[in-house]
């Protein structure tokens, strides 16, 4: 009886066993399904972010040699340069000198054939030998009533008269003198002479030419004074302070290789120009052998010592912002920094940087626009530009 009332106690306490452990492996179940969940999201959270911050990619600068020497493009122009126009109107009858031919002051370049002038002349010269007798006759006349009135033999207005018509001839007589004066002038001007030394550079009229005077007509010749030459260069605004008026320059150009001409800054415009940011300085060369020709690009060479680190970034690295330009810089606490450049010369890929930047900073190349101060950034790995 006893061991039959134990069987079903022992099944029943077996059946509550499993069912108990059952329950324990659905709850275990569960709690690592929920496990699993929570990890998947924290992933898919932690991705999420990593994704929301942008990658960019580094460089360094690279610092620069200290300067010894600047150089800069400049322009080579004639010392003085003139186009020479007609002081009086006619037809070319010759010219003397052509394109090339160096000049002295006063030399005789063309002659112009003024038959108009010449006539005119002619009859303000006639005019003037009428009015020479109407004033001698005035002035006889003025006299006699003179000696007239002395005795009454004739009146008072009378002889007023005669003495304002003699005063009237002579006033004609000297607007005659400054009209013949003035056609004399236009005559000699039909000799156009050189007005200082050099070398004609143009001649654009021939004999026959149809000239006229003043410079809405046609320009004859132009002239330039080659014998020291003015060479203009651009400097910028960082090194202003270092070119000084009379201080040594060479000039170089492509065409004579391994020479340097010799000169020195003669004078600044002492003003920066707004549009460029750059100093306008004039270098005088002696050109005494004419070799260096007007118009002509070379480089002037300035010794200075500027004594700034510089280095140089690529010309991708900048930003343009309305502040003025800036550079994009990662910090150590991952997070970019705005900071404002002074910029030195544009090497074309690379630009030459005066002050913002060091050579340990990491400058970010292509950098968005819409990048802000503080933003936290990642570094691309490899080199950057897929290099």
């Known amino acids: 009886m006893s061991s039959s009332q134990s069987a079903p106690e022992n099944k029943t306490r077996g059946a509550g066993l499993i069912a108990l452990l059952i329950v324990a492996a659905l709850v275990i179940a569960g709690a690592i ?14 991705e999420t972010e990593r994704a929301a911050v942008p990658v960019v990619a580094v460089v ?23 186009p020479i126009f007609a ?14 031919s160096r000049v002295n002051k006063g030399d005789l370049l063309a002659d112009i054939d003024t038959p108009e002038i010449d ?5 303000a010269q006639a005019a003037r030998q009428q009015i020479v007798e ?18 009454d033999s004739v009146s008072q207005q009378e002889t007023e008269e005669r003495s304002s018509a003699f005063q009237q001839a002579q006033a004609n007589l000297a607007a005659s003198d400054a009209n013949l004066k003035r056609l004399q002038e236009l005559e000699s001007f039909k000799h156009v002479y050189a007005p200082f030394g050099g070398v004609l550079t143009k001649r654009n009229v021939d004999p026959g030419a149809l000239i006229s005077a003043g410079s809405a007509g046609r320009e004859m010749f132009d002239i330039a004074q080659v014998g020291t030459l003015r060479v203009f260069v651009s400097v910028p605004q960082a090194y202003t302070q270092s070119i000084k008026v009379g201080m040594p320059a060479a000039v170089t150009l492509q065409e004579f290789p391994g020479r340097k001409f010799e000169g020195k800054v003669a004078r600044t415009a002492d003003a920066i120009d707004p549009g460029t940011r750059t100093l306008l300085a004039e270098v005088d060369v002696t050109n005494r052998d004419g070799q260096l020709l007007p118009g002509s690009y070379g480089q002037v060479h300035f010794s200075v010592k500027y004594g700034v680190n510089k280095v140089t970034i690529p010309v991708n690295a900048m930003l343009f912002r309305a502040e003025g330009p800036r550079v994009a810089l ?54 950057p530009g897929g290099e």
Request: hydrophobic fraction near 35%; avoid cysteine.
């Open 119 to 123: 006539q005119e002349l002619r009859q």
């Open 134 to 151: 109407q004033v001698q006759l005035a002035k006889s006349s003025a006299a006699r009533w003179q000696d007239l009135r002395k005795s």
């Open 87 to 100: 002081r009086t109107s006619g037809y070319l009858l010759k010219w003397y000198k052509d394109i090339g």
């Open 60 to 82: 360094h600068p690279v610092a620069e040699k200290p300067d010894e020497e600047l150089v800069l493009p400049g322009s080579l122009q004639a010392y003085q340069e003139s």
């Open 33 to 46: 399904t929920l496990l699993q969940r929570a990890a998947a999201q924290r992933a898919l959270a932690n």
């Open 330 to 383: 990662v910090g150590a606490d991952g997070k970019v920094h705005l900071r404002p450049i002074s910029i030195g010369r544009d090497y074309g890929t690379t630009l030459e940087i005066l002050d913002g930047v060091t050579v340990g900073d990491q400058v970010v190349i292509n950098p968005s626009d819409s990048l802000e101060d503080g933003q936290a950034v990642r570094i691309a790995q490899g080199k």
